[in-house]
């Protein structure tokens, strides 16, 4: 004879301390909880809400600049350094930990318009309208420095005076070498005071330069005659170019999928592309309503933040067409220069008001080391509202966000504009030949030419 026994550890009920939440042990059998995916819904409702009710993505400012913030620089071998410029020529590196001035690095006679850093973190190149480029060394920071000092002023190492002015500078990954962008595309060496190579493809002055971080020697230009170019350094010349109807301002690679690359635009949208194929675009990211000025990639490759002559800065998906998140303050002018922090927890932006602000690239992230319960219940949220994302309650709450009401005027007369051009291009094919007007994707309409 068989007899089933029920038993019990005191192990498994017992409170190991007083303050321990009582165990609860549940039957998840589908046939007993009957209610399980309407208890899940309104959780889902509720997380979403709770993320809205604890949203506060703007974490300080840092303010010593006199003049608007024009660029800035990661550090990559430091988590916590940043490097600004401004229009009136004052370069500082910025610790992001305390939001001080670690060190001020003086002598440009005109505004600094490129910053970058060597992959090893030691050297700064800057570069601007005074037909200069200047080599500093980065100041070393130990465990035991507590005292943060603004009053430290850097003497650059080497100073490379050249016949144009300077629009852009990149640093090539893992050598000594660096480009720059005005006139043509420069590529120089930390130890001469000439360029090695110069490109000219017929371009008007070269806004923007970008280096790949998988391939060291391809690097992407884009240029103010709305030209985005590709060159090889192994082949001495351009590998490929096309045109678009507008000017592309910055353009940033994807980190993790290097032969992708992300155009910031004249016309508010942003382009992503794959390098191997340049006749149209992967997707667009529209929501801005004014030219994008900067763009950067974050460490992770799953998402970039842009910010905009509209005063706003978004986070979008890599493959996203809309903004996921928009930060904007009363103060904040016209942003000019974003960058994601080196473990893409915080969004670094530079704007018209001479202040860089700082800001979580989680809106509602808890700051602070989390207990594991509070971890678990992050995760939990995270996970059953992904589960009823499509759901119509859960995705209004979870799309809406506050506009400032210029950009809100702006998004309005945007969206009537597009509207009216598509029921005109409607009209016009429904009243001429069949074949005769032939429709193309946003994402092919906005390249004219490729070479």
Not at 137 to 165: Q, R
Not at 207 to 213: E, G, L, R, T
Not at 219 to 236: E, N, P, Q, V, W
Not at 267 to 288: G, I, P, Q, T
Request: hydrophobic share 35%; glycine share 6%; aromatic share 8%.
């Amino acid at each position: 004879m068989k007899v089933n026994v029920i038993s019990r550890s005191t192990d498994e009920y017992t409170k190991e301390r007083s303050q321990d939440l009582q165990r609860v042990f549940r039957n998840f059998d589908p046939s007993i909880r009957t209610q399980e995916k309407a208890v899940e819904y309104v959780r889902a409702c509720n997380a979403a809400k709770l993320e809205k009710i604890f949203a506060r993505p703007f974490v300080g400012a840092m303010d010593g600049h006199i003049d608007s913030i024009s660029c800035m620089a990661k550090n990559p071998n430091h988590l916590t350094r940043i490097f600004s410029g401004s229009m009136d020529g004052d370069i500082r590196l910025w610790d992001i930990a305390s939001r001080r001035t670690v060190c001020q690095f003086p002598g440009h006679q005109g505004a600094v318009q490129g910053l970058a850093v060597s992959t090893d973190g030691r050297v700064l190149v800057s570069c601007g309208t005074d037909s200069t480029v200047r080599l500093w060394g980065v100041p070393v920071s130990t465990l035991l420095e507590e005292d943060v000092s603004s009053d430290k002023s850097a003497v650059p190492l080497e100073t490379y005076v050249w016949k144009n002015a300077f629009r852009a500078v990149d640093h090539q990954w893992n050598f000594d070498r660096f480009a720059t962008g005005g006139a043509g595309v420069d590529i120089w060496n930390h130890n001469r005071s000439a360029p090695e190579q110069s490109f000219e493809w017929g371009t008007d002055t070269v806004v923007s330069i970008k280096f790949n971080p998988g391939q060291p020697d391809i690097l992407a230009t884009s240029a103010s005659d709305r030209s985005i170019a590709i060159y090889d350094l192994r082949m001495g010349k351009p590998a490929a170019k096309f045109i678009m109807r507008t000017r592309t301002n910055s353009i940033s690679w994807n980190p993790m999928e290097p032969i992708n690359f992300t155009a910031a635009n004249e016309d508010s949208n942003c382009y992503s592309f794959d390098s191997r194929k340049l006749n149209e675009a992967k997707c667009v990211h529209k929501d801005h309503v004014s030219a994008v000025m900067d763009i950067d990639y974050s460490p992770t490759g799953r998402e970039f933040v842009t910010g905009s002559y509209d005063r706003t800065v978004r986070i979008f998906q890599y493959n996203g067409g809309h903004s996921r998140e928009i930060y904007h303050t009363k103060r904040m002018q016209r942003v000019f220069c974003v960058k994601f922090s080196c473990d893409a927890s915080y969004v670094i932006s530079g704007s018209d008001d001479t202040n860089l602000r700082l800001w979580k690239a989680k809106a509602s992230e808890q700051l602070g080391v989390l207990l594991p319960r509070e971890q678990k219940k992050h995760e939990y949220n995270e996970a059953v509202k992904n589960r009823y994302k499509h759901l119509p309650e859960v995705k209004r709450i979870v799309r809406h966000r506050h506009l400032p009401k210029p950009v809100y005027k702006a998004a309005a007369t945007l969206r009537e504009m597009t509207e009216s051009r598509r029921k005109k291009h409607e009209k016009r094919k429904a009243h001429s030949a069949p074949g005769s007007i032939i429709e193309e994707p946003l994402r092919k309409r906005k390249i004219i030419k490729v070479e």
